[in-house]
C-alpha cells in the first residue's frame, strides 16, 4: 500500500485530501500565526511536487491557482502527491504587502532559512527543512507585484549549474510561453532549492491588484502541464511550439516627470531606438519620448499613467532566443 506524507503533525493517507496548518510566529497579542498546508496524496507512488504561492504577501494569482489544482485533482487519478502552501507569508499577506513587517524581509530572499534568525528566515527554514525536502520539483508561484507584467517564468539557477538543464525543461513544460532565463538574487527558493537537486521554477502569473482571471487560467494549465508531462496524472500536456527566452531584463528610464502613453504594448517586440512611450504634461502635451534602448520585449509597465522623473516605466526583456 501506498505510504502516508506527513508534514509535521499533518497527515495524509494514501487516496486522501488533508488540511492543516503550522505555526510559524505569534503576533503582537500572543495570538498564534498559522500557515496553511495542503497535501493531496496519490493512490499510487510517483513523485512528489510541491507549490507555493504568496511568499510575497501581495502577489494574490497563485493563490487562485493553487485552490484550482485543489478543487480539480483528485487523490484518485493522481500517483505521487502534492504538497500545497497557498500563503507562504502570512504576515505579509494580512498586511496587504510583499515583505514580512516583522523583520521587514521577503521571505523568498531568506532561503534555505535559519532555525536562530529573524522571522522570515524561521519560516523560510522550517518550510525548506520539513516540506519542500520531500518534494521532487518544485513551482514557486509569483506575479510582478501589482505592475502589469507579462505572464512568464523564472529559471534562476545560471546556465553553470548542474541542474540548469531540468529546470529548463520544467520551464518550457509549464508552457506560458515566455521564460526569463537569467540567474536569481540570493536566497530565492528557485536558485536554493536546486543546489539538492529538485528542478525549480518561479513563474510570473502577470501583475495586477487582487486576482486577474487570464494569469491564474495560464498558471493553473501551467501546473496541469506539469502533471501531466511528470506523469503524475493521465493526459498529453498542451505546450505551446514556440517559446521566447529572454537572458537579462533591461529598465526602461525616463528622464522626465509627467504622464505615460504608451506606443508599445505587453508583449510587443520593440526595436532598437523605436518609440515605446511619451511622457506628456498636465495638460497632455509631450514633453519627452521615450525611445528602446535595446532591442526586446517589452516585459512590464507602469500600474499608473503618471511617473515622477528619472524613474523605472518598465523593463525590457532582451538577449532573446527561442526554443
Same mark, same amino acid.
Given at each position: 500500500m501506498k505510504s &502516508?506524507?506527513?508534514? +509535521?503533525?499533518? *497527515?495524509? +493517507?494514501?487516496?486522501? *485530501?488533508?488540511?492543516?496548518?503550522?505555526?510559524?510566529?505569534?503576533?503582537?497579542? $500572543?495570538?498564534?500565526?498559522?500557515?496553511?498546508?495542503?497535501?493531496?496524496n496519490g493512490v499510487e507512488d510517483g513523485p512528489i511536487l510541491y507549490i507555493q504561492s504568496a511568499s510575497d504577501g501581495n502577489e494574490l494569482n497563485g493563490i487562485a491557482v493553487i485552490q484550482r489544482v485543489i478543487e480539480h485533482i483528485s487523490p484518485k487519478e493522481l500517483r505521487g502527491g502534492i504538497i500545497a502552501v497557498p500563503i507562504t507569508n502570512v504576515f505579509a499577506f494580512n498586511y496587504n504587502q510583499s515583505e514580512n513587517p516583522v523583520d521587514k524581509r521577503k521571505i523568498n530572499r531568506c532561503f534555505p532559512g535559519k532555525d536562530? =534568525?529573524?522571522?522570515?528566515?524561521?519560516?523560510?527554514?522550517?518550510?525548506? &527543512? &520539513?516540506?519542500?525536502?520531500?518534494?521532487?520539483?518544485c513551482i514557486d508561484l509569483h506575479q510582478g507585484d501589482v505592475s502589469p507584467m507579462v505572464d512568464s517564468v523564472n529559471v534562476r539557477v545560471?546556465?553553470?549549474? %548542474? /541542474?540548469? %538543464?531540468?529546470?529548463? +525543461?520544467?520551464?518550457?513544460v509549464f508552457g506560458i510561453g515566455y521564460i526569463l532565463d537569467e540567474k536569481g538574487p540570493n536566497g530565492q527558493l528557485a536558485q536554493v532549492a536546486p543546489d539538492i537537486d529538485i528542478p525549480t521554477i518561479d513563474p510570473e502569473l502577470g501583475g495586477c491588484h487582487g486576482w486577474d482571471k487570464i494569469s491564474i487560467e495560464k498558471g493553473f494549465k501551467g501546473i496541469i502541464n506539469v502533471l501531466k508531462y511528470y506523469n503524475f496524472i493521465d =493526459?498529453?500536456?498542451?505546450? $505551446? #511550439?514556440? #517559446?521566447?527566452?529572454?537572458?537579462?531584463?533591461?529598465? @526602461? @528610464? $525616463?528622464?522626465?516627470?509627467?504622464?505615460?502613453?504608451?506606443?508599445?504594448? /505587453?508583449?510587443d517586440i520593440v526595436e532598437y531606438r523605436q518609440p515605446i512611450a511619451d511622457i506628456c504634461?498636465?495638460? =497632455?502635451?509631450? *514633453?519627452?519620448? *521615450?525611445i528602446a534602448p535595446k532591442k526586446g520585449v517589452l516585459w512590464s509597465t507602469n500600474l499608473y499613467p503618471m511617473t515622477f522623473g528619472a524613474s523605472i516605466i518598465g523593463f525590457l526583456g532582451i538577449n532573446i532566443s527561442y526554443k
Open positions: &502516508n506524507i506527513n508534514i +509535521e503533525s499533518i *497527515i495524509a +493517507e494514501s487516496g486522501a *485530501i488533508t488540511f492543516g496548518y503550522i505555526d510559524v510566529g505569534e503576533m503582537q497579542d $500572543c495570538s498564534i500565526l498559522k500557515l496553511p498546508i495542503a497535501i493531496i536562530n =534568525g529573524t522571522s522570515s528566515f524561521r519560516i523560510a527554514h522550517r518550510l525548506f &527543512n &520539513n516540506v519542500i525536502k520531500k518534494a521532487n520539483l545560471s546556465s553553470l549549474h %548542474r /541542474l540548469h %538543464r531540468k529546470c529548463m +525543461e520544467l520551464a518550457k =493526459g498529453k500536456p498542451e505546450i $505551446c #511550439q514556440r #517559446q521566447i527566452v529572454v537572458k537579462r531584463l533591461y529598465p @526602461i @528610464i $525616463c528622464n522626465h516627470g509627467g504622464f505615460i502613453k504608451y506606443h508599445a504594448n /505587453l508583449y504634461d498636465v495638460f =497632455g502635451r509631450i *514633453i519627452e519620448t *521615450i
